[in-house]
């Protein structure tokens, strides 16, 4: 207690009257007792509130220090990390093939099968939710000549039905998709993916697997894209009119040496409308004047490394070299491919064999341009402990044990991707507000159409 004239702070500022002592028992004396009382009551209440502020900024904390260690450190075990981690960042796959299971063993008949019980294949909705799949792209696909037994030519001029067949592989998807609206969503942009899957939804992409799928024509690129395809892949395992493949395990004979010149205006209208140009089944060199001349980011969607294993459909490190965010470098996303016969020597590919690919392109390019493009339903055998679509959880894991953090598992399991295609929609919104005008090229084989003279 205060002693020498000091005052309790709670009873006023030093100097005032002391009511105690106050002998003037007048108006004024009687209005300081009031605005005494007055004092006390706010200093009560100031400390309650204190006391209050302080309990909730402890409990705060405590709440923090729970969001703090559930966003950011994972646990130690790593089938748990991996879980953990896939809960806010799941799986986005770059190519599956559940459209050409639908139309390759149903005929497209999607009441013949039923995605919530087992189906032929590796992909239905209780393995992709157990995988913890937020999305993925369809692929459209539809085979080269031939490998359907065709013939197109050597100018690719066949009048061939590939065109419907694309058309059919998209309205098949999106009939899937629109039969469990309760899973799948329907989206073309980033943005849309980000709020299906906080909605709980698989965000649902379409791509198309090979330019030969375009008729030879730039007004069908755009119509597939009116139609909600966000990539092309420039080729599939046979040159088209556009560019030359890769081939499959060995390379094939190259018609152009890299793109044609309508490949190049492809690529340019592909920038524009906001298509990812997709440079898997490429040839190297159709990869590196690609690289050279898109204006937009570009994926891989299921591609794996050469130098882990040698074969033609896989990416070569000098390309690797050309990816990244310095100068020179094309930001891009190489999205593993699980094919056995791409991924190790007969009998070797599991997950570890698959984590091999992982590093080794990050080595090179960096975590950030690492996804996974596991070709599901679209290869007929798989690696060990990655079976299906619920298996992976298993690869993120292995990816933990090996020093990736959280930032890094996130990025590969999708969000690098959902960049890239943030950026190729930059790019094409900024091409159209330049004004720069659709491409009109024709095919300059095409004889259908009167053609000015050249
Ligand atoms: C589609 O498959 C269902 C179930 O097998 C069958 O009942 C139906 O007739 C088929 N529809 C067509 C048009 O073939
Ligand atoms: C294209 O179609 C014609 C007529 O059906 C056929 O004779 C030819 O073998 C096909 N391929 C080429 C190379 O024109
Ligand atoms: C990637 O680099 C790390 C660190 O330098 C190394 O330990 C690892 O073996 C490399 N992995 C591959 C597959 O190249
Ligand atoms: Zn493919």
Redesign the pocket.
Known sequence: MATNGERDPLLGPPGEPNLARDTNLGEHAAKRAAQRRADIIRAVVHGILTVAFVAALLSGLFLWDKIGSYAGALPKDPAKAAQRLLESAPVIDGHIDLPELARTVYANNITAFDLNTPTLGHVDIPRLKKGQVGGFFWSVYTACPAHAGLDDGEDFLNATWRVRDTLEQIDVSKLLINRYPETFELVTTSDQAKSAIASGKIASFIGVEGAHQLGNSLAVLRQYHELGVRYVTLTHMCNNAFADSGGYLQPIPTKWGGLSPLGYKLIEEMNRLGVIVDLSHTSDDTARQALKHTKAPVIWSHSSARA?HNIARNVPDDILERVGTTDGKVDAVIMVNFAPQFVADEGKANVQAVA?HI??I??ITGRAHVGLGSDYDGIDSTPEGLEDVSKYPALVAEMYKRGWDRFELAGLSGRNLLRILAGVERVASDLQAHGVPPALDIYDKRTDLPRPEL
Do not use: I, R
Request: hydrophobic content about 35%; charged content about 15%.
């Open positions: 882990v091999n590093d080794h990050a080595n």
